[in-house]
C-alpha cells in the first residue's frame, strides 16, 4: 500500500514530506496529521536533518479536511482532541519548516500551509477558507493565525465569503514569501531549504522561537525574552565557529562546532 506520507531526502540535510492522498485531494485526515507529526517529531530528534520542505503534487496542496470526518463530527467532542494536539505540534515544530504550494490549497490545507514558516508558491496556487460554505468556520487557525499573517480585513474577506486568493496576492499580504513560475515551487523550496541548511542550526532554532514570540509577546517583555536567546549563544561553539570563519574567508563547518561543544 502507497503511505499516505512520503519521506525522502531532497538533498543534503533537507527532509521532503509529500502529502499523498491524490485520489482524496490530499485531504488531512486526522491519520496523516498524526503521520505528519510523527515525521516532524522525528526530524527534530535527527541532528543531521537541519530543514523539512512540505509538499502536495502538481494539482493541489491540500483541498482541506477529510469530509467523511467533518460529517462525523459532533459539537460534544473532545475539545483537545488527537487531531488538536497534532497540529499544536506540527505548529511547534523547532526547526525551518518550510512549504512548497502547486494548485489548491484550501480550508485545513491552508491552515496546514500556515504552520510553515516559509511558504514557495506557484503562479498558479490558489489560497482560500472556504469553510463557511459547509456551515462551519476554521478550526485549525483560519480565525486565530490568518488575521495575525495578513491583517483582519484580508482574513474577514477570506473566511467570510469563503472566495479564494491568488498567489500574487497572496504575496502582496505576506502570506507566501515567494511566487515562481508553474512546476518550480518544490525545486525552489528544496533550495531555500538548502539555503537554510547551511546555516547554524542552534541559531536557527533559536532566531525561529524567537520569531515566533512576536504575537505572543508584549514589545518590552520579546525585547527582554531575545536578549536571553542572543545571550545564550554568546558562548557557544557555534559562535566561535562563525566569527573564525567569517575571519578566515572560508565556509562555517557546522558539524565540527557541534562536536567541540559535546566535548566542553
Known amino acids: 500500500m ?34 505528519l507529526t510523527a515525521a516532524l ?3 527534530d530528534r535527527d541532528d543531521d536533518i537541519r530543514a523539512v520542505v512540505l509538499t502536495g503534487n502538481d494539482k493541489v496542496f491540500a483541498a482541506g479536511a477529510d469530509l467523511d470526518e467533518l460529517a462525523a463530527a459532533a459539537s460534544h467532542d473532545e475539545l483537545e482532541s488527537p487531531r488538536f494536539r497534532a497540529w499544536g505540534a506540527i ?21 496546514l500551509m500556515l504552520s510553515a514558516d516559509l511558504v514557495v508558491a506557484s503562479e498558479g496556487a490558489r ?15 483560519g480565525t486565530a493565525i490568518l488575521p495575525r499573517v495578513v ?3 484580508l482574513a474577514m474577506e477570506m473566511v467570510l465569503t469563503g472566495e479564494p486568493i491568488g498567489a500574487v ?22 533550495d531555500l531549504a538548502g539555503k537554510l541548511a547551511g546555516r547554524a542550526p542552534c541559531a536557527l532554532r533559536a532566531a525561529k522561537a524567537s520569531l515566533c514570540q512576536a504575537e505572543e ?9 531575545e536578549r536571553k536567546a542572543f545571550l545564550n549563544l554568546m558562548s557557544g561553539s557555534e559562535k566561535a565557529e562563525g566569527i573564525a570563519a567569517f575571519r578566515e574567508k572560508r565556509m562555517p563547518n557546522w558539524m565540527a562546532a557541534a562536536g567541540r561543544s559535546d566535548k566542553e
Do not use: Y
Not at 24 to 35: F, H, I, Q, V
Not at 127 to 141: R, S, Y
Not at 217 to 225: V, Y
Open 2 to 35: 502507497t503511505p499516505e506520507l512520503i519521506r525522502e531526502i531532497a538533498v543534503d540535510r533537507v527532509l521532503l514530506l509529500r502529502l499523498n492522498r491524490p485520489e482524496k485531494r490530499n485531504a488531512l485526515a486526522t491519520p496523516l496529521l498524526e503521520s
Open 41 to 43: 517529531a522525528e526530524a
Open 91 to 111: 505548529r511547534s515544530f523547532p526547526k525551518p519548516l518550510i512549504a512548497a504550494v502547486e494548485g489548491w490549497c484550501l480550508g485545513a490545507g491552508m491552515e
Open 127 to 141: 489560497f482560500g477558507q472556504p469553510e463557511t460554505n459547509l456551515g462551519i468556520i476554521p478550526g485549525a487557525g
Open 151 to 153: 491583517g483582519r480585513s
Open 169 to 190: 496576492r497572496a504575496l502582496s499580504a505576506g502570506l507566501v514569501a515567494k511566487v515562481v513560475p508553474d512546476g518550480e515551487a518544490l525545486a525552489q523550496a528544496i
Open 217 to 225: 509577546l508584549s514589545l518590552n517583555d520579546h525585547l527582554l525574552t
